[in-house]
C-alpha cells in the first residue's frame, strides 16, 4: 500500500522559495511516478509537475517552468518540489499523486491513484 506524507508548505513573500516534500512510508518508490498536482479552493486540480520512476525524465505545467523544480531519492522514498520565485497565484493545496509505471515516462494525469493529504502553500503579495 502506498502511503503519501506531504510536507514543506507555508506562508511566504512573493519571490520566496519553498520546498515541498513527498514521502512513502509504506514502501518503496520503484516504479512509481509521482505528480505534483495543486488546488485552489472551488477549481479544479491542476497538474504542476512529474517525474519517471527513476527520476530521468520530469514534466511541467507552463505556468511553472523555469520556477519549479522536481526531484527524487528513491533511497529515501522521497520526492522533493522545489518551488522559487514563488507568486501569489501559485497560492493553494498541493498534493503528490503516484501511479505505477514500468515505463520511464511522466505518467498521465489521469492515471494517478495514490494521493496524500496535500500541504497548503500561500504566497503573499
Known amino acids: 500500500q502506498v502511503q503519501l506524507v506531504e510536507s514543506g508548505g507555508g506562508s511566504v513573500q512573493a519571490g520566496d522559495s519553498l520546498r515541498l516534500s513527498c514521502a512513502d512510508s509504506?514502501?518503496?518508490?520503484?516504479?512509481?511516478?509521482i505528480g505534483w498536482f495543486r488546488q485552489v479552493l472551488g477549481e479544479e486540480r491542476e497538474f504542476t509537475a512529474g517525474i519517471s520512476w527513476t527520476g530521468s525524465t520530469t514534466s511541467y505545467a507552463d505556468s511553472v517552468k523555469g520556477r519549479f523544480t522536481i526531484s527524487r531519492d528513491n533511497a529515501k522514498n522521497t520526492v522533493y518540489l522545489q518551488m522559487n520565485s514563488l507568486k501569489p497565484e501559485d497560492t493553494a493545496v498541493y498534493y503528490c499523486?503516484?501511479?505505477?509505471?514500468?515505463?520511464?515516462?511522466?505518467?498521465?494525469?489521469?492515471?494517478?491513484?495514490?494521493w496524500g493529504q496535500g500541504t497548503r502553500v500561500t504566497v503573499s503579495s
Open positions: 509504506g514502501r518503496t518508490f520503484n516504479y512509481y511516478g
Open positions: 499523486a503516484a501511479a505505477l509505471t514500468f515505463s520511464d515516462n511522466v505518467p498521465e494525469a489521469d492515471t494517478y491513484v495514490y
